[in-house]
């Protein structure tokens, strides 16, 4: 039981990191834009959308090869722990 709750661990804690830096990105993008707003007092609601948008796309490409080395290799030890489990009984 000790190993499900270490998968079950390590894969919320690998959620959280992997949706880390679009999030920050989107966060960072709609602070900026936000500013931008109060600043110059224009009040469109959508303006916020396009550039999260497009800040969280760009990051999520200039990751994408690190997302999957990390989600292959989750994938790698969860079949690993299964392949353990089947043995063990």
Do not use: C, H, Y
């Not at 999030?23 to 009040?43: E, H, K, P, Y």
């Not at 796309?57 to 200039?62: A, F, G, K, T, Y």
């Amino acid at each position: 039981m000790d190993m499900f709750t270490r998968l079950a661990n390590d894969g919320l804690w690998l959620i959280l990191i992997l949706s880390l830096l679009p999030l920050l990105a989107s966060l960072v993008v709609g602070l900026v834009v936000s500013l931008f707003q109060a600043l110059t007092q224009i009040q469109e609601q959508t303006l916020t959308f396009v550039p999260k948008i497009i800040a969280t796309i760009l990051v999520i490409m200039i990751t994408a090869g690190w997302m999957m080395n990390t989600l292959r290799e989750f994938a790698v030890n969860a079949f690993d722990m299964m392949l353990k489990i089947s043995v063990i009984r």
